[in-house]
């Protein structure tokens, strides 16, 4: 420091030190950043169901469905290329099939046995532990970005029913007529499942089986943090208010620093099993990888259980799973090449067996 008459005070130790820590964090944090960018490759990983999906579907059917899982696929990794976060990956993807009336939840999802539609949805951020979810909404035409508000915007994690939609309305949704989400074909699968009842039969019918389909993605971005969300009409005929795992965190929608995992499946076993979360401790606490840890838990305890379904896993360092014990799953992922890659059926070739090792990250920072 330099007086007025010249002096200049030679700088202390302490000043010193205090002034390279300074120094250090700021090379520190740029140096971490450049490495998380070299080291990591965005990746999304989507699906749009588990269940009785066999090769029977009309070529226009099986077209439209093939289109929205690509344009969901292409419209997550767009956030990603962008440099935005994870999380903003996995809402873009699910609005998308939130929108189109072929998937199991939003515009098209199944009816509850007194002939509503009761969406739920959850979100997470692998790297704050932060989440949100909605269960039972009636009139919210996209609920995985009202999950998100809840997240952002509110003190709690969940909201439902009636309270759900008015704090949408406090957001700025715009509340939708019920009716935007009936579909004629969701209809006339609950007119078969009000007959099954009628007769006290099981839900035998694949159009009105219990473990109906739901959508999930679960995403890394290139800072190397994970998310995950999911979003659901729930089971065809549900009573009572029934609410399944996907608004569940852990059960089916979880992620942290080191696992994002999205299921579908039969809600009530995913809840038992708190499978989402299991395959992460799994991952995290345990280092067992990736698929073995998802293939234990959707391929070997759920179905222990009598349950079934699948799941869709993503860890820090790129590696995908994706187990079922369906006879097929709506399912696809996009990476590094930038391609997306989808697959509906159980013997078809989903891509995932010939995907590189991702290179291993030198840093990466965690919370």
Not at 109 to 121: C, I, P, Q, Y
Not at 124 to 153: F, S, W
Not at 177 to 199: G, M, N, S, V
Not at 306 to 317: F, K, R, T, V
Request: hydrophobic share 40%.
């Amino acid at each position: 420091m330099t007086r007025k008459d010249g002096y200049t005070r030679p700088v202390t130790v302490r000043e010193s030190v205090v002034k390279s820590r300074h120094l250090f964090a700021a090379l520190a944090a740029i140096g971490i950043t450049a490495m998380s960018h070299a080291a990591v490759s965005p990746v999304l990983v989507i699906h749009g169901g588990a269940g009785v999906i066999k090769r029977d579907m009309t070529p226009a059917r099986e077209h439209a469905v093939r289109a929205a899982m690509t344009q969901a696929l292409q419209s997550g990794y767009a956030e990603l290329k962008a440099g935005k976060p994870a999380l903003d990956a996995v809402a873009a993807a699910l609005a998308v099939l939130e929108d189109d009336p072929n998937f199991n939840a939003g515009k098209g999802a199944v009816f509850t046995h007194d002939g509503r539609n009761e969406l739920d949805a959850a979100i997470m951020d692998g790297y704050t532990l932060r989440a949100g979810a909605v269960a039972g909404v009636q009139r919210v035409k996209n609920p995985i970005l009202l999950a998100r508000a809840v997240m952002e915007h509110s003190p709690h994690v969940m909201l439902s029913g009636d309270g759900a939609e008015a704090f949408a309305k406090e957001q700025g949704f715009t509340l939708v007529d019920p009716a935007y989400f009936r579909t004629e074909e969701r209809w006339q699968q609950l007119q078969k499942a009000l007959k099954e009842d009628a007769a006290k039969q099981p839900h035998a019918d694949v159009e009105t089986a219990r473990h109906f389909g739901t959508v999930g993605a679960v995403a890394l971005d290139a800072q190397g943090h994970l998310a995950a969300g999911t979003s659901t009409g729930g089971m065809t005929d549900k009573r009572w208010g029934r609410i399944g795992d996907s608004p569940i965190i852990g059960a089916g929608t979880y992620a942290n620093s080191g696992c994002a995992v999205s299921g579908t499946g039969w809600g009530e076993f995913y809840i038992r099993t708190v499978a989402a979360h299991e395959i992460c401790m799994k991952v995290t606490q345990m280092r067992v990888p990736l698929k073995r840890a998802a293939a234990e838990v959707i391929n070997q305890e759920i179905p222990s259980m009598g349950g079934n379904g699948g799941a869709i896993a993503l860890d820090a360092e790129g590696h995908i799973s994706i187990p079922f014990n369906t006879d097929g799953m709506y399912r696809g992922w996009i990476g590094a090449d930038g391609a997306p890659h989808v697959a509906l059926y159980g013997d078809e070739d989903d891509g995932t067996t010939e995907i590189p090792e991702p290179a291993p990250a030198e840093s990466v920072a965690q919370p």
